[in-house]
């Protein structure tokens, strides 16, 4: 008799820390994806931020980056239900503030760097920049970039933060201090394979860069949720 009862308990405790780790993870993918594009087609002209007159006003992701960015997301979503969680001790407390509150954090954390890994990019450009000339080539001894390996290095990223949120929404602490579920750690490690290979190939049709950039974008995309 009790032991059902308290099964019963456990159960409806832990369905409702599945649906808050959701949530604080879908408001946070949406502010992080919204949020960069409107701030990066309204603020950030790539034409005047690299002096390149070649260069598009509007800075925009191909369309298939975009449906790719959206779909692979969801089948994370889908293993959400099934991600190892502890019931609570207490009574389960729906706190609106909190929730929003570290949403926000997590998803202008990876906005902001996401931003500033565009605003670099641009400026990265133009060959004629002090950065370039002393650091780009001759500390780093990197090839010249171009735009469409930004867009390909921006796509990454961006994919990368959001794949990568879903851990530091379900923990209350730091993201490792719980064991995700095998079907949560598949999903993500598909979804970042998937995203990393699309951006190191020809997938869109127009020049993308090699791995080097890849390994880059990757650590940048790390640091927000570490």
């Known amino acids: 008799g009790l032991l059902g009862i308290i099964e019963a308990i456990a159960r409806a405790r832990m369905t409702f820390e599945r649906m808050r780790n959701y949530c604080i993870f879908r408001v946070s993918a949406s502010i992080h994806f919204l949020g960069f594009f409107f701030l990066a087609e309204l603020f950030i002209n790539p034409k005047t931020v690299s002096g390149q007159d070649n260069l598009p006003s509007v800075f925009s992701l191909p369309t298939p980056c975009l449906v790719l960015i959206v ?5 994370c979503v889908l293993t959400m239900p099934y991600d190892k ?10 706190n609106l503030f909190e929730s929003l509150s ?4 997590i998803g202008s954390l990876s906005c902001a760097s996401s931003l500033l890994l565009l605003l670099g990019g641009l400026k990265l450009l133009n ?10 080539t001759h500390m780093l001894e990197l090839p010249p970039l171009h735009y469409q390996q930004l867009q390909s290095a921006v796509h990454l990223a961006i994919s990368l933060k959001c794949y990568l949120s879903i851990f530091a929404a379900r ?5 490792f201090v719980r064991r995700p579920s095998k079907s949560l750690a598949l999903a993500v490690f598909f979804a970042l394979s998937v995203s990393t290979a699309f951006s190191a190939t020809d997938a869109v049709a127009y ?3 090699g791995w080097d950039w890849d390994a880059s ?10």
């Open 85 to 94: 969680v502890q019931p609570t001790a207490k009574p389960s407390v729906w």
């Open 102 to 105: 570290l949403a926000a954090l």
């Open 171 to 175: 923990t209350r602490g730091p993201f």
């Open 217 to 226: 974008a990757a650590l940048h995309s790390a640091l927000p949720g570490a």
């Open 71 to 75: 779909l692979l997301n969801y089948i």
């Open 127 to 136: 060959e004629d920049s002090d950065f370039y000339r002393h650091i780009w």
């Open 207 to 209: 020049l993308l860069f």
